[in-house]
C-alpha cells in the first residue's frame, strides 16, 4: 500500500502520471484551487490508486497528507523564489505535523533553497531525517539523456543513456559528467560542441520559458522527471536493490558517503546534487564523483560557491522566519 500526495503545482500531469502508476494505491492532491475537479476526473481512470482532492478549507492540507508515504512538493509560482519560499515553508509545517515520516520530494524551485528551507522546518519540529528529503533534479538528467541521443542521432536510445548530473539545480550548479555518459559522445566532439550542450542542460529551462513566450514553464518534462523520480523512490522503499539516481541531498544522509564526496569537492557543502542509491530508509548510499575531466572539475568550482549562498539563502530564511515568529509572540496581546 502506497499513499502518494501531490502539493500544489505541476498538478493535473504529475497526478495523472502518480495515478498511472500501477504501485500508488491512494493519490491525495492539494492546492489551493481546483483540486476536488481534477482528483473527480482522475478518479475515473482504471488503475488502482483511489484519489481525494483537497482544498485549504477544513484542514485540506492535513486530510491530503494523512497516511501519506511520499509527498511530491511542486507548489509554488514559476522563477518567484521570494513567493515560494513562504509556500514551501507552511507545506513543509503541515508535513511535518501529519505525515512526519513521510519521503518527501521537491521539485517547487530554487530547488538548492528549498530543500534547504524544508530540512529546517524538520529540524524545529525534531522530524528532520535528511535519508527522507529529496531535491527533484530529474528533469536534468532527463534533458541530458535527450540532448546525447539527439547528438547520437536515435532519440530511441534516450530511455537508455545515462549521463550523471551533480551539483545543484539551477544555471551554473547544474553540473552534467558526461565523459560518463553510458553511451559516449562521437568520438571527436569538437569542445565549443561540448560547451554548448553543457550549457543547453544548464539552462534547458529557459528555453521552454521562452518557447511558450513566458506563459508558463517546463510543467509537461518537469512532471515526467518527478514522476520518474518518485516511481524510483517507490520501488526502492519497497525493497528492489541497485536504484541509483541523481538527487539533490543533505550529505549526512550517509556520513561516510557524504565525508567521501566532501574531500573530492574540496570543501563542505552541507547539501549536493550526488548520485544516491535509494534503499527502503530513501538515502542508501552517496556515491562518490569518481573519475571527472578536468573541464568538468572546473565547472564544479564554478557551481560550489553558488550553491553555498543558495543553502544559506534557504537556512537564514527560516532563521528569520523563526526570528520574526518570537518577535510577535513577544508582543503585549490588547
Ligand atoms: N524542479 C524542476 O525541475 C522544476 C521544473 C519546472 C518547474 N519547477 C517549479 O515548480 C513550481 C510550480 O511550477 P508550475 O509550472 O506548476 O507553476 P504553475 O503556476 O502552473 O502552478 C503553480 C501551482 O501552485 C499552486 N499553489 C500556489 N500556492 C500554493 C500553496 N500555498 N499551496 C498549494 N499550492 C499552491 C497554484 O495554485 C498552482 O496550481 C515552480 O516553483 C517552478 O519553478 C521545478
Sequence with gaps: MVKAVVLGGIGQPLALLLK?????????????????????????????????GYLPPDDGLAKALKGADVVVIPAGVPRKPGINAGIIKDLATGIAKTAPNAFVLVISNPVNSTVPIVAEVFKKFGTFNPKRVFGVTTLDVVRASTFVSEILGDLSLSKDVVVPVVGGHSGVTIVPLLSQSSHPLPSGFAKDNLDALVNRIQFGGDEVVKAKSGAGSATLSMAYAGAEFAAKVIRAVKGEKGIIAPTYVNLAADAQGGAALTKELGQELAYFSANVELGTEGVAKINPLGTITDAESALIKAAIPELAKNIDTGVNFIAEATKAEAAKSDEPRL
Design 20 to 52: 498511472a502508476n500501477p504501485l500508488v494505491t491512494e493519490l491525495g492532491l492539494y492546492d489551493i484551487v481546483n483540486t476536488p475537479g481534477v482528483a473527480a476526473d482522475l478518479s475515473h481512470i482504471a488503475t488502482p490508486a483511489k484519489v481525494e
